[in-house]
């Protein structure tokens, strides 16, 4: 059985779709991003979607890099490297798997039929229905669970908690805008400290801790959008694929290996 006969598309890089990324490429398949044009990434610095501003992105031992057109992609995917394309719908690339990760909390346009097998994160999605397999994004014990009948736990609006914080931990813009930043990934804050702004609303820091993730500044944003992420850990690893993207792309490789185990 050889992987690398098997590509798969990955459909958003953010941080979360990293960890599926990271999980599949280690395992030695080829995997293509897509993304928009302006990623609504805010943990920019362990996210592959960054490539798409700043023209390339590694994060850990996996190098992405923007590329133009879907051979190239195919091209590159081949060689190793995670090319991310600018594609709002799915291209025209031979693949296997299709994994939608964009974290919608609905399902946009993913049918089924988009490839021999499509998984899909969290909630909005019923396996058997609209993909193949599901897999939990909700933390607690059934967090990177494969369902193969049924849905994710319906989303509750609510962060996950982090150190004793919650829904105070995430940044949201009060109006529309283009975000500026007075910090940066990785800088520890103190509560009430100016972070930056949104046209006219100051964004501050509701709490010591350290900045985990911030939307690209310019960005354009709309009232609600959450911007950024303070983490109460002082310890925490901003450079690093979190525990939770880890373990969603370990149900993706379960789900996958499972499929080829079976005899696609």
């Not at 990955?10 to 599926?20: K, M, N, P, Q, Y």
Request: glycine letters at 14%.
């Amino acid at each position: 059985m050889l992987f690398a006969d098997h590509t798969v598309i990955v459909r958003g890089g953010g941080d979360l779709g990293t960890g599926v990324v990271a999980r599949l490429r280690r395992a030695g398949f080829p995997v293509i991003v897509t993304e928009l044009a302006n990623p609504l990434t805010v943990r920019r610095s362990v996210a592959v979607s960054s490539a798409v501003l700043d023209g390339e992105m590694t994060v850990e031992d996996i190098y992405a890099r923007r590329v133009e057109t879907a051979r190239y992609a195919q091209e590159l995917a081949q060689q190793g490297s995670v090319p991310v394309l600018v594609s709002e719908g799915l291209p025209n690339i031979p693949r296997s798997v299709v994994v939608d990760a964009r974290l919608a909390k609905h399902n946009i346009d993913t049918r089924i039929t988009d490839a021999p097998l499509v998984v899909a994160l969290g909630p909005g999605f019923t396996a058997g229905v609209d993909c193949h397999a599901v897999v939990e994004t909700a933390r607690g014990h059934s967090l990177g669970r494969v369902l193969h009948t049924g849905g994710a736990i319906p989303n509750t609006g609510v962060p996950g908690e982090i150190g004793g914080r919650g829904n105070e931990r995430v940044l949201r813009t009060p109006i529309g805008g283009l975000p500026q930043w007075r910090v940066q990934i990785g800088d520890r804050v103190r509560k009430g400290e100016v972070v930056g702004r949104v046209g006219g609303a100051v964004i501050t820091a509701p709490f010591d801790g350290v900045v985990r993730g911030l939307i690209a500044a310019n960005t354009p944003v709309w009232i609600g959008t959450k911007i950024g992420d303070i983490d109460p850990r002082l310890d925490t690893d901003c450079d690093l694929i979190s525990d939770k993207a880890l373990a969603i792309g370990g149900g993706v490789l379960e789900a996958v290996l499972s499929w080829l185990s079976a005899g696609s």
